[in-house]
């Protein structure tokens, strides 16, 4: 793809993986993109690189531009290697840059690339004026790394905070007013959801800070997927509402089953649910991608998980699942468990622990049936549904 101006002698020089469908484990149906921007000024300035995979598409971009002898500056914001890892090859090409990055960034460029890079480092507050364009550095500990930080060019109100409010999409539109706009909703809340989840706090605090900075942003270029520029407010407000948790009536069931007794238990609990009136959404674990429960967990206000024993165990997709989940330290739901086994119990107190470790509210009450369940059991079920549906109403 092209180098696009994005603004005045603003210019994406990134590039689209449209073929990445597993982003390290996330999968990325849409594809994605690995943005870096080109500032031309009196002196000229590179805000972050690409993946190394397309070092040579970052290369040409560049130099369609500029001379790479008068590239001035490189400015990581992020070093995790979707930005960086083009980095080597551009200091081979741009012998008078300096690399800026945040102290941490520092550390971490020379745990990537060796003791041999020289790295100037910036701190929140610190500017660099290019020219008639200024930029600013705001540093963003653990947003999603410790070494990341957004740059912020004045004169045109550029905000470019790498991995926040990015979305994976490969799409041959680079605006948000070029693509549609509930895929592109859809796609940022997946991002936010199974990327920024676990710092839920840091990132309610980082917007606030931004809010009162009173800095006019007129568009925001991430890192990943399209610019915000038809209004930029919308995915702050997005963030602002996510990072405070605010969710819906809705529940989420996921489970795993071997023979369909713990398929039959959901479904049950499922139309219990529905009964009341809250919205549900069902997803078996082999059948579906955990990127995309995570997703619909992001707004639910309860999840119900399930799961046969095997080996006095729960089932490993569903283990699975767990841990990814505590991981992403996903606050503010209720979490209620239920299952079936043969001879032997075991998924349903495992499920409650992995839960209770990761400081996750659990209902107290769990089902858990032999084999097959029985009429009776499965009016547990309905009314286990049923139940959770009211606490979920009066919440
Ligand atoms: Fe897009 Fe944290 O890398």
Redesign the pocket.
């Known amino acids: 793809m092209v180098s696009v101006e994005i603004s005045k002698d603003v210019f994406w020089v990134g590039a689209i993986d449209w073929n990445a469908r597993d982003f390290h484990g996330y999968l990325t149906k849409r594809g994605t993109t690995y943005n870096a921007y080109l500032i031309k000024d009196e002196k000229t300035a590179l805000i972050d690189t690409v993946k190394y995979s397309f070092s040579d598409e970052l290369a040409k971009n560049i130099g369609e531009i500029v001379r790479f002898e008068k590239l001035d500056y490189i400015i990581i914001n992020?070093v995790?290697m979707?930005?960086s890892s083009a980095l080597p090859q551009i200091i081979k090409l741009a012998k008078n840059a300096k690399i800026i990055a945040s102290p941490r960034g520092k550390d971490a460029l020379i745990k990537h690339y060796g003791e041999g890079i020289k790295v100037e480092t910036v701190k929140t507050g610190d500017q660099l004026k290019l020219g008639k364009r200024t930029l600013s550095f705001i540093e963003a500990p653990m947003l999603?790394?410790p070494d990341s930080m957004f740059t912020y060019i004045t004169d045109g109100g550029i905000l470019m905070p790498?991995?926040a409010f990015?979305q994976h999409l490969a799409t041959s539109g680079r605006f948000d007013d070029e693509v549609e706009e509930s895929i592109l909703m859809e796609e940022a809340a997946k991002y936010y959801a199974n990327?920024l989840m676990p710092f839920a706090s840091l990132i309610a605090r980082k917007i606030q800070e931004l809010v009162s900075m009173k800095i006019p942003i007129k568009l925001i270029a991430p890192?990943?997927g399209i610019i915000w520029r038809s209004n930029p407010m919308k995915i702050i407000n997005a963030y602002k509402n996510w990072s405070e948790g605010l969710s819906k009536n809705k529940i989420v069931i996921v489970y795993d089953s071997m023979w369909g007794s713990t398929t039959t238990m959901a479904r049950v609990i499922a139309d219990g649910i529905a009964s009341q009136g809250i919205d549900v959404k069902f997803f078996k674990l082999r059948e579906s991608d955990v990127t995309e429960i995570v997703t619909e967990i992001l707004d639910a206000k309860a999840v119900i998980v399930g799961s046969p024993t095997l080996n006095n165990s729960m089932f490993p997709s569903v283990g699975a699942f767990l841990t990814y989940i505590c991981g992403l330290k996903s606050k503010g739901k209720l979490w209620a468990f239920f299952g079936s086994y043969g001879w032997g119990k075991g998924a349903v107190k495992q499920m409650m622990e992995s839960a209770q470790k990761a400081n996750f509210e659990v209902y107290e009450r769990a089902i858990e049936v032999q084999y097959v369940p029985t009429e009776k059991e499965l009016e547990e079920c309905l009314n286990f549904g049923k139940d959770i549906a009211q606490k979920v109403k009066s919440s």
Do not use: A, T
């Open positions: 992020h995790e979707d930005h999603h790394w790498n991995d990015g990327i890192s990943h």
